[in-house]
């Protein structure tokens, strides 16, 4: 072994180029996630609970009757709390949460709605949010965007550099991410509804962070 290759050994290959890549790959959302809920006012805390509980009952047939199953729906935040805003009188005021998962994008608005409409004026429509029920496949297009991306990257600050890029040395993933589409809130309203549920796309990101070494071989 001659000096120069002892010299690698003991401190490892002599300089380099890190570079951060970014890719993004788009996705059509398949599933929608609704915040439904129930506000209701009454002289005790139970009158209160009563009719907000019959309220998500009705919401409950509704989406059952368009094939959500009872796996789909989950109770979210509830709570009471007396309001004494009426002057002379105070109401208690219950709210319950539900929140539902709905597979079919294309009828989601319609189901929402309806549901809406039989709770009566305590429902209540937090949000919706669009998600990619497998976001998989367009992570993966995401990461080999980001990977050229950094080899680009690499290559071009190599030639300003007046080297050629070796071996990889390291690679570390940064953030693989699905920004989720929301909608708004939505009040009980008294007669038949949808709500307006485009699925348009959703943008899937990847960040990769990767460390060259200097091709320093002789042709």
């Known amino acids: 072994m001659d000096g120069r290759d002892e010299d690698v050994r ?6 380099g180029v890190t570079v951060t890549g970014a890719g993004e790959a788009e996705a059509v959302p398949d599933r929608a996630v609704v915040d439904l809920g129930a506000e209701a006012r009454a002289v005790d805390a139970e009158r209160a609970l009563a009719e907000a509980g019959l309220c ?7 989406l059952r009757d368009a094939g959500v199953d009872d796996g789909s729906m989950r109770t979210t935040q509830s709570s009471t709390w007396t309001d004494s805003s009426a002057v002379g009188s105070s109401r ?3 709210r319950l949460g539900l929140q539902v998962t709905l597979r079919d994008v294309a009828t989601a608005g319609d ?8 709770g009566g004026e ?8 669009l998600e990619i029920s497998d976001p998989t496949e367009p992570r993966a297009r995401a990461r080999e965007a980001a990977w050229a991306d950094a080899l680009a990257r ?3 600050w190599a030639t300003l550099a007046g080297r050629r890029l070796g071996e990889v040395q390291w690679v570390t993933e940064g953030g693989a ?17 949808s709500v307006p549920v485009e699925a348009g796309q ?7 962070t990767v460390r060259w070494a200097w091709d320093d071989s002789t042709d």
């Open 10 to 15: 003991r401190r490892g290959p002599r300089g």
């Open 111 to 118: 189901v929402v709605g309806a549901a809406v409409v039989a």
């Open 56 to 62: 998500l009952d009705r919401m409950r047939a509704v």
């Open 202 to 208: 959703q943008t899937v990101s990847a960040d990769v």
């Open 154 to 156: 690499a290559t071009q």
């Open 92 to 94: 208690v005021v219950a």
């Open 122 to 129: 305590p429902a209540r429509m937090d949000g919706i949010r």
């Open 177 to 193: 991410d699905v920004a989720p589409l929301r909608m708004g809130r939505t009040t009980g309203v008294a007669k038949a509804m």
